[in-house]
Structure formats: structure tokens, C-alpha cells
């Protein structure tokens, strides 16, 4: 019978024994979310957490940016103290948060400081993703408007590497007021003619997108992040139409006018450097703008 | 009736049968003003009981009501002279927001505002309040307007929100939020606010950034809807009313944590039932705000303004010994 050619061959998925999982000591390795490569995480790290093969941006911790962003060393963190509290009382929100904490090392969804980058002061905010998706709560709020309230003070720059799912939802309109009360600090800085650079990264979306992130006098992402103000969800079924693939990145929005540029993580540190120079104070003499750096890199 | 809630009808069934028995007595002469008399007293009591306990559930139907008196409403009634403007003079003329000038007691201000239809066929015209970015940019140029010619800016609030839809995103709706917010910090004219129904979210909060705000009693300002937050939080958009519970929406929360600095009364059951009153309520609060606010001058009512946000928020402060 012609049927007898093709013998039922049975394949069996080989699971790894219990010993070989343990030959690949846990995070040596990790896997592309983009495009599944394989690469060592030390060798992933030295990338600045960017794949070598198709190029996909890992997100990173605050840590991690603030590492790769500022000059060794010069990091001094504003508010870190700063926690959460329930005005809703929402339930499971303390228990939440504790978790997250706990997670994360961290005490919220943001980190804010001052730093140097190539010897050019800056006052820097972070946000971090890991912990409540980096939404924005009072806390979130009140320490970025501190942060550019310093800058005021201090005459410095300001930049926001935003990522953020939004406004957060367990203190409900006081996070939505969170909104205008860091728009409103960045009307002043806006108003002392001093520079805010707004470096949208993987996801920036809700509340967030919609105030100080879309507020920079130079507005910049990185390959691939997401960028929106309403999810994806909510308009294919509000407009009942599937969205294009790349809507909403960060490629897409460049296209539409709404980013000046799309910068590879490998060259952002240049690029924020390049425009501090270019906004430096000119007038004094050669090198003071600098003052006290700490050698270029 | 249309015009009715739901936890409205034990009240309009009582009513119902007190018409009746009126109508039975002038029909048949048969005198039962006895029953009659007890009938309204226990309908004003039932009154009184539904009407002085709403949950934020009931004032949200109530906010969102087909018959609740739009921008456009207000402005007729409260202003004089207004002049529509529009566009934003860079893509369109969106018929969710509306603008203009008029006079207030002979006095010239800006106006703006979402608005809502009146029936279906306005409401898709008007897309249920629901702003794209023109529409943010047009309530924009408007205030630059106002600030150019120092007069003060008058805000009505109340749509669901921006819409979330692809041109919308395609034009920049958060940086139009975005672009107001940081704006209304800055113009040295009084801005008052008023959330007339729904105040969603950052499409909202983008005409929102005033001097004072005030709310209707039974509007609501809330950072996404019942049912969004249902649908996030516990997967289930049929708990909205557990969410409107939970979320603090009403104007005596917003007056609490200190949003809102004034509540305007509504007449009982609700601005539709009476807009004229309502309308001079409205005018009433606006007078008064006013009459506070002129008593400062440009740079002073910017710094009123950035302190009043500065100062929203709650937080709590825990040293650790081991982070540096």
C-alpha cells in the first residue's frame, strides 16, 4: 500500500535533563526577545543591552541607565527617600508596592539626581520600569518636579528618560494632577530659558506621553520603543480597524513629525553630550563652561 | 420617561399614582386628598432619601445623562456677546471642543470647552466630546488669545476623554495634551475651571489647569473611566461600579484632596432639571472666583497657579540606612 510509505514517525520534544540545566549556571546566557539569539549576558551587557544580531534595545534598569549615561562617579541621587502611601485606600496597593520594592532594590518608579555627562552637569530623572511598569503616582510626580525645581535653581539641564505605562491607577486623579504639576515645573524652566531633553524609551505611553515626555525641547527615542497615548487595544476596538505593525513606535512617530530623532543606544551618550556643548554657555571663555569636569570619554 | 434612572423609578412610580388619584378625583369628585396628602409627604421623603445618599455610581449616571446640559448650554446662558472661533490653523476645526469670546456681566473672557451632542446625529458630529489633537491646539490658540489680551480664561470641563483613535495618534495627541498643560502654566491671566459632567482623564485635565477649579455636585473627574479601570485592574469591565466605588470620582473626593475648590450645588436630581438655575449657579461661582482672582496681578496668578499643583499629591518619607 502507497499509504505504507510514509510511516507515522513520532518526534519527541527532547527536554534538557535535570544535570544539563545545571551545566548553564541561571542568567548566563540570555535570549533576544526580538529575534531569540543567544547571547552571553556579560557579552550582552558590554552591548549596553542592545543585541548584536537584530539590534532590539532590552529595556534597562534606572541603574543601568544612569551607569551607562553619566561619567563614573558623578551621580548624586535628590529625594531618595520618598515612598508611596494609599490615598485610596486601594486594596492590595501597600502589598504591591512592598513587592516591587523588594524586587527591584528600588523605593519607586523613578530616580532622580544630578550628574555629569562628559563633564557637563545635568540634573537627570529615570524611570524604571520594573517597578509598577514605572507608572506615575504622587511620588513619581513630586520627585521629578523637585528635580527640575533643583535644575532652576542650579541653572542646569534638565533630561527624563522616560518609560511608563502612564498615570497610576491606585491614586487615581491625584496621579492624573501629577501630570500638569511636572508640565507646569517644566513651563518654568521652559520660561528660564534652560534646556530639557526628553529621551522617550520602551513602553512611554498614557499620562506620561501626554506631559513632560512630549515636552523636551528636543524630544528623542530610542529604536523600536513604543510610544503612545492610548493603547493599541483600546483604538483597534474603538476605531474597529486593525493598527499597522509598526504604529506607535518610536520609528513611526518620527515619521509623523512627532520626534527629532531616533537614536541607537551605542551613540545616545554622544548624542546628549553633543547637545550640551551646543547648549553650554558660549559666552565665557574657552573650557569654563566645563567647569570642574572630569576629563572627556 | 427617558429623562429617568434607574434608582429614580420607585420615585416616578409614586408620583405616577399620586397623578392618578388626583386625576380620579377630579374625574369622579370622590375627595381622597387624604391618600394624596400622605402619598407626597412619603414622596418627598423618598425624594429626600434617594437624592441626599447617591453613591458615586448614581451621580456618574447622573454626569453622563442623555439630557445634562452641554458647553454650549452654559455659555448661552451665562455669557453674552460669545463669539465662536475656530481651528487650530494647522490641520482642522474640531467639533469636540468648542471656543470663543463673550462677556461675563459685561466683562470680556475667553471660553472654551468639550462638547457633547444632544441627541445621536450631534453626538457622532460632535464625537461624543471626545477631542483629536486640533481640538487641544484650537482650545490653545484661543487662551494665547486671552493672555495677548489680558483677559481672564473660563474653562468647561466634560468629555470621556481624548479619543483614542489612529489620526489622533498620527497628529499628537499627548503632545497636545502635553503642549496645554505646560501652557496654561503659563498665562498671566485668571483661569477658573469647571467640571460640568465628566472630567476624563488627560483629555480633560488638558482645559484643566486653572487658578481655581470647581466641580458640579454630581460631575466627576477621574484619572480613566469605571470601566477602564475594571477592565485593567480586575479583567472584568462589569465591576465598574465597584470601580467608581473604589476610585474616588465625585466632587466631594476631588474638594478632600484638595483638587476642587469649590462645590456649585446642582438642582435636585441633577443640572437637567433645571439648566436655567444651574446656568446661574454657574454664574454665581464664576463672579466670585473672579473677584478673588483679580486681586492679583500677572506673575502673581502664574505662581497661584504652580503652587496650587505643586501642592497635589500625597507621600510619605522613609529613611534607609543603607542607600547612599
Not at chain 1, 542592545?50 to 551607569?67: D, K, Q
Request: proline share 4%.
Amino acid at each position: 500500500m502507497l499509504k505504507d510509505l510514509f510511516s507515522k514517525r513520532r518526534k519527541y520534544a527532547t527536554i534538557p535533563s535535570e544535570q544539563a540545566k545545571k551545566d548553564i549556571p541561571e542568567g548566563l546566557m540570555t535570549k533576544c526577545k526580538s529575534c531569540g539569539s543567544i547571547t552571553y549576558s556579560k557579552e550582552l551587557k558590554k552591548q549596553l543591552m542592545v543585541c548584536s544580531n537584530c539590534g532590539f534595545h532590552f529595556p534597562l534598569t534606572a541603574w543601568e541607565r544612569i551607569e551607562m549615561t553619566l561619567d563614573e562617579g558623578s551621580f548624586y541621587q535628590y529625594d531618595q527617600e520618598l515612598v508611596s502611601q494609599n490615598p485610596l485606600n486601594f486594596p492590595e496597593y501597600m502589598e504591591k508596592l512592598e513587592q516591587d520594592m523588594k524586587r527591584t532594590g528600588l523605593k519607586e518608579a523613578v530616580i532622580t539626581g544630578e550628574g555629569r555627562i562628559k563633564g557637563y552637569p545635568v540634573v537627570i530623572g529615570v524611570m524604571d520600569s520594573r517597578f509598577r511598569m514605572a507608572s506615575m503616582g504622587s511620588v513619581v510626580g513630586e520627585k521629578l518636579t523637585r528635580a527640575i525645581e533643583q535644575a532652576l535653581e542650579k541653572r542646569y539641564p534638565v533630561i527624563i528618560f522616560s518609560a511608563s505605562g502612564g498615570a497610576r491607577m491606585q491614586e487615581g486623579v491625584l496621579s492624573l494632577m501629577q501630570m500638569a504639576k511636572i508640565s507646569a515645573a517644566l513651563n518654568k524652566l521652559d520660561q528660564a530659558g534652560l534646556l530639557y531633553i526628553s529621551v522617550l524609551t520602551n513602553p512611554t505611553t498614557g499620562g506620561v506621553s501626554a506631559s513632560f515626555a512630549s515636552l523636551g525641547d528636543y524630544n528623542l527615542a530610542e529604536p523600536g520603543a513604543l510610544i503612545g497615548f492610548a493603547g493599541r487595544r483600546v483604538i483597534e476596538q474603538t476605531i474597529r480597524q486593525k493598527l499597522p505593525d509598526d504604529f506607535q513606535t518610536a520609528e513611526f512617530l518620527l515619521k509623523h513629525g512627532q520626534l527629532d530623532q531616533v537614536v541607537h543606544r551605542h551613540e545616545l551618550r554622544d548624542f546628549l553630550a553633543n547637545l550640551l556643548e551646543i547648549h553650554a554657555d558660549h559666552r565665557q571663555p574657552a573650557g569654563a563652561a566645563k567647569g570642574g569636569m572630569q576629563g572627556e570619554q | 420617561m427617558s429623562n429617568e434612572l434607574p434608582f429614580e423609578q420607585p420615585l416616578t412610580e409614586l408620583r405616577n399614582k399620586i397623578e392618578e388619584l388626583k386625576r380620579f378625583t377630579a374625574e369622579k369628585g370622590i375627595d381622597v386628598s387624604e391618600e394624596i396628602n400622605h402619598l407626597e409627604a412619603k414622596a418627598a421623603q423618598l425624594e429626600e432619601e434617594i437624592y441626599s445618599n447617591l453613591t458615586p455610581w448614581q451621580r456618574l449616571q447622573i454626569a453622563r445623562h442623555a439630557k445634562r446640559p452641554t458647553t454650549l448650554d452654559y455659555i448661552n446662558r451665562i455669557f453674552t456677546h460669545f463669539i465662536e472661533v475656530h481651528g487650530d490653523r494647522l490641520y482642522g476645526d474640531d467639533p469636540a471642543i468648542v471656543a470663543g469670546v463673550a462677556k461675563l456681566d459685561g466683562r470680556p473672557v475667553t471660553v472654551v470647552g468639550h462638547q457633547k451632542g444632544k441627541d445621536t446625529k450631534e453626538n457622532i458630529a460632535r464625537n461624543f466630546g471626545m477631542p483629536h489633537p486640533e481640538g487641544y491646539r484650537k482650545a490653545l490658540r484661543a487662551m494665547q488669545q486671552a493672555h495677548k489680551f489680558k483677559r481672564p480664561i473660563i474653562c468647561f470641563i466634560d468629555t470621556p476623554g481624548a479619543y483614542p483613535g489612529k489620526e489622533a495618534e498620527e497628529r499628537g495627541q499627548s503632545e497636545a495634551i502635553a503642549r496645554n498643560l505646560q501652557e496654561m502654566a503659563r498665562f498671566e491671566v485668571p483661569i477658573i475651571c469647571i467640571v460640568t459632567g465628566e472630567g476624563g482623564s488627560g483629555g480633560a485635565l488638558a482645559l484643566g489647569v486653572g487658578n481655581h477649579i470647581y466641580m458640579l455636585e454630581n460631575a466627576v473627574y477621574s484619572v480613566i473611566s469605571p470601566e477602564g479601570a475594571a477592565s485593567i485592574l480586575w479583567k472584568d469591565a462589569s465591576l465598574a461600579q465597584q470601580a467608581a466605588e473604589q476610585m474616588k470620582i465625585t466632587s466631594y473626593d476631588l474638594y478632600q484632596f484638595g483638587i476642587v475648590d469649590k462645590i456649585i450645588p446642582e438642582p435636585r436630581g441633577g443640572a437637567h432639571r433645571n439648566v436655567d438655575e444651574q446656568a446661574q449657579e454657574i454664574k454665581k461661582a464664576l463672579l466670585e472666583g473672579l473677584k478673588t482672582l483679580d486681586q492679583m496681578d500677572g506673575p502673581a496668578l502664574t505662581h497661584h497657579r504652580f503652587e496650587k499643583f505643586k501642592a497635589i499629591g500625597q507621600f510619605g518619607v522613609a529613611l534607609d540606612e543603607e542607600q547612599a
